[in-house]
């Protein structure tokens, strides 16, 4: 699945200044508190005042910018999880990169957001940032440029709370003194990167810059709020077919890269940088946030949940196994040490440990999804026809289980469409199974592609490749799911020349 990173780069000298001095208190043994607002909630080491006031941003900003959902982010199908912490060592053990202060990550059982918030409004700026993320998550229409994404988060984020008004768009002094001061990336070189992990915090740096000021340019141009999306939605267009960043860029903005970048210089030496303004009612009637304490063991299993969706698996087992201690969360410990054991291959330990899992907690969703999860890892590596049937027959089970005890979401209805696919049975139903996963989470191109499949199994290829055809729009780069679609459509006009 896809993730996105931000790399919040701390200027002139204050990175270490504010993160020098660790409390030597182990992070599940801090003050936990679940804070909730009307659509947020937050699993919190900072102080309750703190995290009151990064709800508050954040229902500002959703009353200010909208978003589709009319449920609160966390009753969601797919829901939203919160962590916030305020050590950068603390942060980055949990398993998010060191040169970052946010993180956001999004599958279809849930999304993710982990920030550290040390002084000042950082952590507002980067829960921000983290909900921009999520908004464009929502939207699921196309997959934005790296330089776009990065850049609106920023352009989004960098903002205030003023009486009846949400304001955004001011002008960060970080990447002020970072363009001031720095040799700026060629735009070549910015419009073709996809990966920020790999960067020193130089170029990330500059990166998150160039990329604000991009954002901030082009939505100061007359009528941005009707062509920007227009334009974007061509240069998704153009990538899906293999045309190249810049040429891709320049085709769809109607630009030649040269003068689009003198044309960036000479806005960022004028150094107006107009703000925009949306009226809200900031009073926000209504918000009354609820504050929950947290027990040791249940800060240790959101901890372990956190660090297994970083793939950070040895914090994991630990705080998982530390939780085997407490009688009312057991369950969770064993399958999630389960799901690690059967990603590390171990396969006799995993199944002990889900048996366990369920004997003690049969009557919970998530530890039979954490089981059908297992089936689904087992089942793409499994070659033999009679095993795959046999581990399809254990997924189906598994899922089943889940839906008597709730109803189905979008990584249920996706996983059961895989599991009748791979038994090459009752396809009509695989069909049906992905397509409503689809309808309610269209960011997921993993099941787009089983669904393509899926039409070519039954005939369909037409239907077959304009699925296909949309993963390619909606995935810029050269991967495993472009290979896939790439060979879905050819099969699909080889399928059309025989039914021909």
């Given at each position: 699945m896809s993730r996105t990173a931000v790399f919040i780069i701390f200027m002139l000298g204050t990175f270490c200044l504010e993160h020098a001095c660790a409390n030597g208190v182990p992070l599940a043994d801090r003050n936990w508190q679940e804070i909730s607002s009307g659509n947020f909630r937050i699993k919190s080491v900072l102080a309750e005042e703190e995290t009151i006031e990064l709800l508050r941003h954040l229902e500002v900003m959703r009353a200010s910018l909208g978003d589709s959902n009319e449920i609160s982010t966390y009753e969601s199908q797919v829901p939203t999880i919160i962590?916030?912490?305020?050590?950068?060592?603390?942060?980055?053990?949990?398993?998010?990169?060191?040169?970052?202060?946010?993180?956001?990550?999004?599958?279809?059982?849930?999304?993710?957001?982990?920030?550290?918030?040390?002084?000042?409004?950082?952590?507002?700026?980067?829960?921000?940032?983290?909900?921009?993320?999520?908004?464009?998550?929502?939207?699921?229409?196309?997959?934005?440029?790296?330089?776009?994404?990065?850049?609106?988060?920023?352009?989004?984020?960098?903002?205030?709370?003023?009486?009846?008004?949400?304001?955004?768009?001011?002008?960060?002094?970080?990447?002020?003194?970072?363009?001031?001061?720095?040799?700026?990336?060629?735009?070549?070189?910015?419009?073709?990167?996809?990966?920020?992990?790999?960067?020193?915090?130089?170029?990330?740096?500059?990166?998150?810059?160039?990329?604000?000021?991009?954002?901030?340019?082009?939505?100061?141009?007359?009528?941005?709020?009707?062509?920007?999306?227009?334009?974007?939605?061509?240069y998704a267009r153009l990538a899906s077919t293999g045309t190249p960043p810049s040429e891709a860029f320049s085709q769809a903005f109607a630009v030649d890269l040269e003068d689009f970048e003198q044309a960036l210089l000479q806005y960022f030496l004028r150094k107006k940088f107009a703000s925009r303004s949306v009226s809200v009612n900031t009073a926000l009637p209504g918000f009354l946030p609820q504050v929950a304490k947290m027990s040791r063991p249940e800060a240790q299993l959101a901890l372990a949940h956190m660090a297994f969706r970083l793939e950070n698996f040895d914090a994991a087992e630990n705080w998982f196994t530390a939780v085997l201690d407490d009688n009312d969360l057991r369950a969770h410990g064993e399958a999630g040490l389960g799901r690690i054991l059967g990603r590390r291959g171990d396969l006799e330990g995993a199944n002990k440990r889900f048996e366990t899992a369920i004997y003690l907690m049969a009557w919970d969703f998530r530890i039979w999804m954490d089981y059908a999860q297992y089936w689904a890892q087992q089942l793409s590596t499994s070659y033999d026809s009679k095993m795959r049937e046999k581990v399809a027959s254990r997924l189906i089970e598994s899922?089943?289980?889940?839906?008597?005890?709730?109803?189905?979401?979008?990584?249920?209805?996706?996983?059961?469409?895989?599991?009748?696919?791979?038994?090459?049975?009752?396809?009509?139903?695989?069909?049906?199974?992905?397509?409503?996963?689809?309808?309610?989470?269209?960011?997921?191109?993993?099941?787009?592609?089983?669904?393509?499949?899926?039409?070519?199994?039954?005939?369909?290829?037409?239907?077959?490749?304009?699925?296909?055809?949309?993963?390619?729009?909606?995935?810029?780069?050269?991967?495993?799911?472009?290979?896939?679609?790439?060979?879905?459509?050819?099969?699909?006009?080889?399928?059309?020349?025989?039914?021909?």
């Open positions: 962590l916030a912490v305020d050590n950068h060592d603390d942060y980055v053990s949990i398993g998010a990169p060191d040169f970052s202060a946010g993180y956001f990550i999004s599958d279809l059982r849930e999304n993710a957001i982990l920030i550290e918030h040390t002084a000042g409004s950082r952590g507002i700026q980067i829960i921000l940032h983290e909900y921009a993320h999520y908004l464009n998550k929502q939207s699921g229409q196309i997959r934005f440029p790296r330089w776009f994404e990065e850049g609106n988060a920023e352009y989004l984020s960098y903002s205030r709370v003023r009486d009846q008004a949400f304001e955004y768009g001011m002008a960060p002094q970080g990447h002020l003194a970072s363009l001031n001061f720095m040799s700026w990336m060629p735009l070549a070189t910015l419009l073709a990167t996809d990966d920020t992990s790999a960067m020193n915090s130089d170029d990330a740096a500059l990166f998150y810059g160039q990329s604000w000021l991009m954002v901030h340019y082009l939505r100061s141009l007359p009528d941005a709020d009707q062509t920007l999306p227009a334009s974007l939605a061509r899922l089943q289980n889940a839906l008597t005890i709730s109803v189905a979401t979008p990584e249920l209805n996706s996983l059961m469409g895989l599991a009748y696919l791979a038994k090459g049975r009752d396809l009509p139903a695989a069909i049906d199974y992905l397509e409503t996963a689809i309808e309610a989470a269209p960011q997921d191109q993993a099941t787009r592609m089983l669904l393509a499949r899926a039409y070519l199994f039954v005939l369909q290829p037409d239907e077959a490749i304009a699925v296909a055809e949309s993963v390619l729009r909606f995935e810029h780069q050269a991967n495993v799911l472009t290979d896939a679609a790439h060979d879905v459509i050819n099969d699909a006009h080889e399928l059309r020349r025989q039914m021909n």
